[in-house]
């Protein structure tokens, strides 16, 4: 049981992602307590949810996850079938978080000699628990309501159940008489019914894929009830006509198209299903009609069975991702799952596979736009720092989420002075939460000093990846105000803690996240290291943008950059060659050597000397997995703190980008070994953090997946070539690392503005470009 109080621990949980949805539960599968639970939109719509099997329990023998948002839960119920020591009798949940609720499909299998005449028996219960109330363990008292067909909350919300085949008994009992060697299967949905209306039309769609792929396993299987079947066809049309049915606004109109046409695609998949399953397709005439009318779109049906499971699978994990793109004007949102590694080095396949899922399960949309929430389950929202960030480093997936991701941010850019959020004219925001999710910060939220800095470096680079001038010129009046926002600092940028918020605003905000080197706990206000050069890289930036577009300031900003590194050399440079982590408010330094410097890298504020001196102690500071957050000698040290002492991915990427940036091949290639490791570590889905030891821990509150730990795999790519790229100018760079330290690789599906890089690299760095983007000359540097 979870303490009253504390942060629940997430390290043994399986997570199912498909924002705003997150679906957490132990190994077993079973929602048994905190901080259990299928949540929505931050509210917990499903917290109990378990399952016997004539009255007993099954015991949980295997979990796996299949995609970011699904995973099967494989138990034997030992009382039952043949005597013996080998269980006989199995209980698979195959689960799946769609965007306004989930699917959990039951497979109970016979494999002993006797037929089973069970009772299959589902307890199901809401509490609809606010995720801040989770966290922060505070739900101990709140009364759960049984769940068999709807449940309704004070203030409105509901959820609703619904199983196929009904219940032939009380709840949610079906009375099973199973032969050997055959199976039983039910399907149950659980949908909070008041999201938005975009939403809707994407989990009904995902529905559909998921009866898509019950089909297809039900060929495998060869074992299924025919009225199995059947019940599980209509049920994956009756979401169609839900998709059909679901309302769109005026504002959504380029969505729901998009909607539409990947309804049609999950129409055909079924279909075509039918097809192949000619003994189903003949019960049902009207599935014929339907696959006629498709058969040129798809060669589904033309595959064997076991190539069909594999491909509906496939739909399944992408299906959810697919229907929240919105199209920006730039390259197309689909297009992020089209980026692929195949290198020696298998694990790296596997790691940039996993980051582009868990990043696609985790977009949401903001009106016409998409953006990456931060992560599951406690920040799935929008961010400054963490979905700009992640943007940014998964810019070889596209530009589109970056643009919707500026966008959003931009739509909320303060306006005024307010001390109880923390919001200014210019800058940034921090996150946003709806008014009621009981979180401990203001509901938009404004305390970080980096976004407005890391908001127009974003938008740069986007430029330079190719977002097209139409998108990038209506936001450059918010470029002048975020730069009008830094330069409004008397001397650095710097923080005072928050009345009403967090203690420290860089992307360290724990409370004891800025320390000196024998742990004393840092003064404010502080200026970050860190800060500063994003400060530098932005006034660069956003001169570049202001020159292009004809805006004028360019000089200004030029001018306002280089007094910023003259003045950052002679402040924060520690007797022992390494930039302070901040200074505090007397003005002196916080001399705890701290990965912060990392990000100082590749920015342009350090000159080649100062580049190589930051290149040493970041190697320093590296475990066999990642980049501690400070050197195992401070004062503070702890391998499984926050901020003082373990090792966060993006962290990594960041100072691994840098270190390419500038030329460090081989401090950049043994953080490209240390990601891939952890990446093998964790199952392929680096979390947020994770214990700073040789041998890395789980750090136990992390989530998984957060967005800018899944981006680390795009950024790797970028890394490992050495590109630069600069559409604008018509030009491509690459400069692979060599030796590589994942052997010999090819990357397809790379974009850069409206097309796809496919190169290959050698083990010795020689690259061979396969195909480029119209327009852009690929320059190869060895």
Same mark, same amino acid.
């Given at each position: 049981?979870?303490?009253?109080?504390?942060?629940?621990?997430?390290?043994?949980?399986?997570?199912?992602?498909?924002?705003?949805?997150?679906?957490?539960?132990?190994?077993?599968?079973?929602?048994?307590?905190?901080?259990?639970?299928?949540?929505?939109?931050?509210?917990?719509?499903?917290?109990?949810?378990?399952?016997?099997?004539?009255?007993?329990?099954?015991?949980?023998?295997?979990?796996?996850?299949?995609?970011?948002?699904?995973?099967?839960?494989?138990? =034997?119920?030992?009382?039952?079938?043949?005597?013996?020591?080998?269980?006989?009798?199995?209980?698979?949940?195959?689960?799946?978080?769609?965007?306004?609720?989930?699917?959990?499909?039951?497979?109970?299998?016979? &494999?002993?000699?006797?037929?089973?005449?069970?009772?299959?028996? +589902?307890?199901?219960?809401? %509490?609809?628990?606010?995720?801040?109330?989770?966290?922060?363990?505070? /739900?101990?008292?709140?009364? #759960?309501?049984?769940?068999?067909?709807?449940?309704?909350?004070?203030?409105?919300?509901?959820?609703?159940?619904?199983?196929? @085949?009904?219940?032939?008994?009380?709840?949610?009992?079906?009375?099973?008489?199973? !032969?050997?060697?055959?199976?039983? /299967?039910?399907?149950?949905?659980?949908?909070?019914?008041? *999201?938005?209306?975009?939403?809707?039309?994407?989990?009904?769609?995902?529905?559909?894929?998921?009866?898509?792929?019950?089909?297809?396993? /039900? %060929?495998?299987?060869?074992?299924?009830?025919?009225?199995?079947?059947?019940?599980?066809? %209509?049920?994956? &049309?009756?979401?169609?006509?839900?998709?059909?049915?679901?309302?769109?606004?005026?504002?959504?109109?380029?969505?729901?198209?998009?909607?539409?046409?990947?309804?049609?695609?999950?129409?055909?998949?079924?279909?075509?299903?039918?097809?192949?399953?000619? $003994?189903?397709?003949?019960?049902?005439?009207?599935?014929?009609?339907?696959?006629?009318?498709?058969?040129?779109?798809?060669?589904?049906?033309?595959? %064997?069975?076991?190539?069909?499971?594999?491909?509906?699978?496939?739909?399944?994990?992408?299906? +959810?991702?697919?229907?929240?793109?919105?199209?920006?004007?730039?390259?197309?949102?689909?297009?992020?799952?089209?980026?692929?590694?195949?290198? $020696?080095?298998?694990?790296?396949?596997?790691? +940039?596979?996993?980051?582009?899922?868990?990043?696609?399960?985790?977009?949401?949309?903001?009106?016409?736009?998409?953006?990456?929430?931060?992560?599951?389950?406690?920040?799935?929202?929008?961010?400054?720092?963490?979905?700009?960030?992640?943007?940014?480093?998964?810019?070889?997936?596209? /530009?589109?989420?970056?643009?919707?991701?500026?966008?959003?941010?931009?739509?909320?850019?303060?306006?005024?002075?307010?001390?109880?959020?923390?919001?200014?004219?210019?800058? *940034?925001?921090?996150?946003?939460?709806?008014?009621?999710?009981?979180?401990?910060?203001?509901?938009?939220?404004?305390?970080?000093?980096?976004?407005?800095?890391?908001?127009?470096?974003?938008?740069?680079?986007?430029?330079?990846?190719?977002?097209?001038?139409?998108?990038?010129?209506?936001?450059?009046?918010?470029?002048?105000?975020?730069?009008?926002?830094?330069?409004?600092?008397?001397?650095?940028?710097?923080?005072?803690?928050?009345?009403?918020?967090?203690?420290?605003?860089?992307?360290?905000?724990?409370?004891?996240?800025?320390?000196?080197?024998?742990?004393?706990?840092?003064?404010?206000?502080?200026?970050?290291?860190?800060?500063?050069?994003?400060?530098?890289?932005?006034?660069?930036?956003?001169?570049?943008? #202001?020159?292009?577009?004809?805006?004028?300031?360019?000089?200004?900003?030029?001018?306002?950059?280089?007094?910023?590194?003259?003045?950052?050399?002679?402040?924060?440079?520690?007797?022992?060659?390494?930039?302070?982590?901040?200074?505090?408010?007397?003005?002196?330094?916080?001399?705890?050597?701290?990965?912060?410097?990392?990000?100082?890298?590749?920015?342009?504020?350090?000159?080649?000397?100062?580049?190589?001196?930051?290149?040493?102690?970041?190697?320093?500071?590296?475990?066999?997995?990642?980049?501690?957050?400070?050197?195992?000698?401070?004062?503070?040290?702890?391998?499984?703190?926050?901020?003082?002492?373990?090792?966060?991915?993006? $962290?990594?990427? *960041?100072?691994?980008?840098?270190?390419?940036?500038?030329?460090?091949?081989?401090?950049?290639?043994?953080?490209?070994?240390?990601?891939?490791?952890?990446?093998?570590?964790?199952?392929?889905?680096? @979390?947020?953090?994770?214990?700073?030891?040789?041998?890395?821990?789980?750090?136990?509150?992390?989530?998984? !997946?957060?967005?800018?730990?899944?981006?680390?795999?795009?950024?790797?790519?970028?890394?490992?070539?050495?590109? $630069?790229?600069?559409?604008?100018?018509?030009?491509?760079?690459?400069?692979?690392?060599? @030796?590589?330290?994942?052997?010999?690789?090819?990357?397809?599906?790379?974009?850069?503005?409206?097309?796809?890089?496919?190169?290959? +690299?050698?083990?010795?760095?020689?690259?061979?470009?396969?195909?480029?983007?119209?327009?852009?000359? =690929?320059?190869?540097?060895?």
């Amino acid at each position: 049981m979870q303490d009253q109080g504390r942060q629940p621990y997430l390290h043994e949980h399986i997570t199912c992602v498909a924002a705003p949805t997150t679906w957490l539960s132990g190994p077993s599968g079973a929602l048994a307590a905190d901080p259990d639970g299928l949540y929505v939109e931050d509210r917990r719509v499903l917290a109990r949810f378990t399952v016997t099997v004539a009255g007993h329990v099954p015991v949980p023998i295997g979990a796996r996850r299949i995609g970011a948002a699904t995973a099967e839960f494989t138990a =034997v119920v030992r009382e039952l079938g043949d005597e013996g020591p080998d269980p006989t009798v199995t209980l698979t949940r195959h689960r799946t978080a769609v965007p306004d609720g989930g699917v959990e499909t039951l497979t109970l299998t016979n &494999h002993s000699h006797r037929t089973l005449s069970v009772a299959v028996d +589902v307890r199901a219960a809401t %509490d609809f628990a606010r995720m801040g109330a989770v966290k922060d363990g505070r /739900t101990r008292d709140l009364p #759960l309501s049984g769940l068999t067909t709807s449940s309704r909350a004070p203030d409105g919300m509901t959820v609703t159940l619904a199983a196929d @085949p009904p219940p032939t008994g009380p709840d949610l009992t079906w009375d099973v008489t199973l !032969p050997p060697r055959r199976t039983w /299967t039910a399907r149950i949905d659980i949908t909070r019914v008041d *999201i938005a209306r975009a939403d809707i039309a994407r989990a009904d769609i995902a529905r559909a894929d998921i009866a898509g792929t019950d089909i297809a396993k /039900t %060929d495998i299987a060869k074992t299924d009830i025919a009225r199995t079947d059947i019940a599980r066809l %209509d049920a994956a &049309h009756v979401d169609i006509a839900r998709t059909d049915a679901a309302p769109v606004d005026s504002a959504q109109t380029d969505t729901a198209r998009a909607d539409t046409a990947r309804a049609d695609t999950a129409r055909t998949d079924i279909a075509q299903a039918d097809i192949a399953r000619t $003994d189903i397709a003949q019960a049902h005439i009207a599935q014929t009609d339907i696959a006629q009318a498709h058969t040129a779109q798809t060669d589904i049906a033309q595959a %064997d069975t076991a190539r069909m499971d594999i491909a509906q699978v496939d739909v399944a994990r992408t299906s +959810v991702a697919r229907m929240s793109a919105a199209r920006t004007g730039s390259a197309p949102v689909d297009g992020v799952s089209e980026l692929r590694v195949r290198a $020696d080095d298998r694990r790296l396949d596997e790691l +940039v596979r996993a980051g582009v899922e868990d990043l696609d399960a985790l977009r949401r949309a903001d009106g016409p736009d998409v953006y990456y929430t931060a992560g599951s389950p406690w920040y799935l929202t929008l961010f400054g720092r963490d979905s700009l960030w992640a943007a940014r480093l998964a810019l070889p997936m596209g /530009t589109a989420v970056a643009a919707g991701t500026l966008r959003a941010l931009a739509r909320r850019q303060g306006t005024r002075h307010d001390p109880d959020t923390d919001e200014e004219p210019g800058k *940034i925001l921090h996150e946003v939460r709806p008014p009621d999710a009981s979180y401990h910060l203001p509901p938009v939220y404004y305390g970080t000093v980096d976004a407005t800095a890391l908001w127009v470096s974003t938008l740069a680079d986007a430029w330079r990846w190719g977002l097209p001038p139409s998108e990038v010129e209506p936001l450059l009046s918010n470029v002048e105000r975020a730069l009008d926002w830094l330069a409004g600092h008397d001397g650095f940028i710097a923080y005072r803690a928050s009345a009403k918020g967090l203690t420290n605003h860089g992307w360290k905000d724990s409370g004891d996240g800025v320390q000196h080197a024998d742990g004393r706990i840092a003064e404010g206000p502080l200026a970050l290291s860190e800060v500063q050069a994003y400060a530098y890289r932005a006034a660069l930036d956003g001169a570049a943008l #202001l020159d292009v577009f004809g805006r004028g300031g360019g000089d200004r900003w030029r001018a306002w950059a280089a007094d910023l590194a003259e003045r950052f050399r002679k402040a924060f440079w520690c007797p022992g060659g390494y930039p302070a982590i901040a200074l505090d408010g007397s003005g002196a330094q916080v001399d705890s050597v701290a990965s912060n410097m990392g990000h100082l890298l590749g920015t342009g504020l350090l000159n080649a000397e100062e580049s190589r001196a930051v290149a040493g102690h970041v190697a320093a500071l590296a475990s066999p997995f990642g980049v501690r957050t400070v050197a195992p000698g401070s004062g503070g040290y702890n391998p499984l703190s926050y901020h003082l002492g373990s090792v966060w991915p993006h $962290d990594t990427a *960041i100072a691994l980008v840098g270190l390419a940036r500038d030329g460090h091949r081989a401090e950049a290639a043994a953080l490209v070994r240390a990601l891939v490791a952890a990446g093998e570590r964790f199952g392929f889905r680096l @979390p947020e953090l994770y214990g700073g030891d040789d041998a890395p821990t789980p750090y136990p509150a992390a989530c998984r !997946p957060q967005a800018w730990s899944a981006a680390a795999g795009p950024a790797l790519l970028t890394a490992l070539l050495g590109l $630069d790229v600069d559409v604008p100018a018509g030009r491509v760079t690459i400069s692979p690392l060599w @030796p590589s330290p994942v052997g010999g690789y090819r990357i397809r599906g790379l974009r850069i503005g409206s097309g796809a890089l496919d190169v290959s +690299v050698t083990a010795d760095g020689a690259a061979t470009v396969h195909s480029a983007p119209a327009g852009l000359t =690929v320059q190869k540097v060895q």
